[in-house]
């Protein structure tokens, strides 16, 4: 039994067309046009070609289900809809359309399967103008209740996401009764690109997800002093900027010394004040984050960067204040899921090494986690782009994932017994 590469390629270019702006980039952020319409895309498809009527949840996440022949929990598998401004066509709607690919295939062959099992598309996974990632899986997961989703509202035009929701489909009102529950959910799988270049350098298609990566964030602001560009001599300055930068390399060297490829650092976000040509800058604010699964090496990186913060301030008469932001563990995947997803991999591939990669991204699964088994697998990304126009995988390698994740589907069917 084959999944249908040409009608998953079909559907992956009709999809991308939605949001599509002149840049050749998508724009599909939760509460735009472009997101509502490819949630009417992908309903359409589901009544039309499954003959499923897509149900939409309290937090606007569409199913759609398929029966068991035994009264066990459910197996779910899907991804999000959504994209990043200017994103690309792969990011969480090759996801979905996979799952849609496998639930199709098991119908046209009239599969039985032991366990009920359901496609999902999460509400806003990426970031958005309501400032809450994973925002569907979250409120699944119990992580966001009602009450907390009352506070949220659009950072553009001050509308509360209640508005959204409801012209999605859905209604906060009701999100604390969709929270899943003990055994209600067997398994979840979550198809996904890689969003590196660690498969491509590999030379392989495939990947079985072990671990989602942890995140640390810290807030930093560094307190020099501002005066005259012109008038102040090269020694007498307290240029914050300069501290920053030092600080910024000073990191690198730190990150780099961990020698990991599943660790990584980044100073992404700084804000120069008073930011005036003439000026010497007196306040810097930065966001500086770390990425690994390790504690360990967190935390040694953490005390590294509070050791090379004390020099900076005193060889440049500057102050360094620092905020934790985010502290977020790995979250590991279920060993039975990921174990299910080896062995699909091996069948499809034949080869008896299966690549294990940590995600460096986070994701819906990370959530799902949380109430259920869950695990994920990965696709190759070409060039390692991603949340770009450039972003790119190929169907070369999308088939057997996909081909791949049906395997491990159907033996988490045969083998679990909830």
């Known amino acids: 039994m084959k999944i249908n590469r040409d009608r998953l390629m079909k559907n992956v270019m009709e999809l991308s067309v939605i949001g599509k702006n002149e840049a050749g980039g998508i724009d599909r952020s939760l509460s735009s046009e472009a997101d509502f319409l490819s949630r009417e895309w992908i309903k359409t498809y589901w009544r039309d070609n499954l003959k499923k009527e897509a149900e939409t949840d309290a937090i606007a996440n569409l199913w759609i289900r398929k029966e068991g022949r035994e009264a066990l929990s459910t197996i779910v598998f899907g991804s999000h809809n959504d994209a990043v401004p200017n994103g690309g066509a792969y990011d969480g709607a090759l996801g979905v359309l996979a799952a849609t690919e496998i639930m199709e295939t098991l119908l046209e062959n009239k599969i039985e399967t032991r366990h009920p099992l359901a496609v999902v598309s999460f509400t806003g996974e990426e970031p958005n103008p309501y400032n809450i990632s994973t925002l569907g899986s979250r409120v699944l997961s119990g992580r966001l209740r009602t009450a907390d989703l009352k506070k949220l509202s659009n950072n553009k035009d001050g509308s509360p996401l209640s508005a959204c929701i409801e012209k999605l489909g859905g209604d906060i009102e009701k999100a604390d009764e969709i929270l899943i529950r003990e055994n209600e959910v067997a398994a979840f799988l979550e198809l996904h690109i890689e969003q590196g270049k660690r498969l491509e350098t590999m030379k392989c298609s495939s990947a079985a997800v072990t671990c989602i990566t942890g995140i640390y964030r810290e807030r930093i602001t560094i307190i020099g002093e501002a005066n005259h560009g012109g008038t102040t001599q090269m020694q007498d300055r307290h240029d914050a900027l300069l501290a920053a930068c030092e600080l910024n390399l000073a990191f690198e060297k730190i990150v780099k010394k961990a020698n990991d490829p599943e660790v990584v650092g980044t100073i ?139 395997e491990a589907i159907l033996i988490l069917d045969k083998e679990l017994d909830v």
């Not at 040694?300 to 440049?316: C, F, G």
């Not at 985010?326 to 080896?342: C, E, F, G, S």
């Not at 699964?365 to 770009?388: D, E, Y």
């Open 268 to 406: 992404g976000q700084l804000a120069v004040r008073p930011n005036e040509v003439s000026i010497i800058p007196g306040q810097i604010v930065l966001m500086l984050e770390i990425r690994t699964k390790d504690e360990a090496v967190k935390d040694t990186i953490v005390s590294a960067l509070r050791t090379e913060a004390t020099y900076i301030e005193s060889r440049r008469g500057v102050t360094i204040q620092r905020e934790v932001n985010l502290d977020q563990p790995a979250m590991y995947m279920d060993k039975t899921v990921v174990d299910a997803v080896r062995r699909g991999i091996k069948t499809v591939s034949g080869h008896e090494k299966v690549i294990e990669l940590v995600s460096m991204a986070g994701h819906d699964a990370a959530n799902m986690q949380r109430v259920t088994r869950a695990g994920m697998i990965f696709v190759k990304s070409l060039f390692g782009m991603s949340h770009c126009p450039e972003e790119l995988s190929l169907a070369e390698d999308i088939e057997p994932t996909v081909q791949a994740m049906m």
